[in-house]
């Protein structure tokens, strides 16, 4: 009946894991990735988002 057992254990299905390619920290998100990379490492990137700040800090 399986009313325990695990739920999706299909070993078929895999989460994609996205790494970034500065450092070697693995995310199961490319949005948090994405956000990973522009914050830690600096990069630009995020067009989607205007910066709000009349003063560009």
């Known amino acids: 009946m399986g009313?325990?057992?695990?739920?999706?254990?299909?070993?078929s299905e895999q989460k994609k894991v996205f790494k970034c390619p500065h450092c070697n920290m693995t995310f199961d998100d490319k949005e948090r990735m994405k956000r990973h990379t522009r914050k830690a490492h600096g990069e630009k990137g995020g067009g989607d988002m205007p910066n709000v700040n009349p003063f560009g800090f």
């Open 3 to 11: 009313l325990f057992g695990r739920k999706g254990g299909d070993s």
